[in-house]
């Protein structure tokens, strides 16, 4: 089982800046794609950013795009989210999740949690108004 581990997170002023990390255990080559969701207090998970392993391509929900940057460093098993521009409404705990393979042919990026197969602790960001 792949372990996920992410940090990075924090308490940050609104217009604030912060990089979440997400190092994951095992052999990269065994990854399709890396992702970022968050969940804010009641409310459901939320996709934000995809990347795949192999090639580094990204895909963004429309809500982050051009604030966020997701990021991979294989040699380091590990995959980022840059956040800039942070609002009050960005306050969530962030995650980070693996897909081993490309479900669908055809379908290069996936923003349903379940299209992952695991997932990190998570790590908490703050963002005062």
């Known amino acids: 089982q792949e372990q996920l581990v992410a940090s990075g997170g924090g308490l940050v002023q609104a217009g604030g800046s912060l990089k979440l990390s997400c190092a994951a255990s095992?052999?990269?080559?065994?990854?399709?794609?890396m992702g970022w969701f968050r969940q804010a207090p009641g409310k459901e998970d939320e996709f934000l950013a995809t990347?795949?392993?192999?090639?580094?391509?990204?895909y963004y929900a429309d809500s982050v795009k051009g604030r966020f940057t997701i990021s991979r460093d294989n040699a380091k098993n590990t995959v980022y989210l840059q956040m800039n521009s942070l609002k009050p409404e960005d306050t969530a705990l962030y995650y980070c999740?693996?897909?081993?393979?490309?479900?669908?042919?055809?379908?290069?990026?996936?923003?349903?949690?379940?299209?992952?197969?695991?997932w990190g602790q998570g790590t908490q960001v703050t963002v005062s108004s």
């Open positions: 999740a693996m897909k081993r393979s490309r479900t669908y042919v055809g379908v290069d990026y996936y923003t349903a949690i379940n299209d992952y197969a695991n």
């Open positions: 095992g052999r990269s080559s065994s990854t399709y794609a």
């Open positions: 990347i795949i392993w192999a090639g580094g391509s990204t």
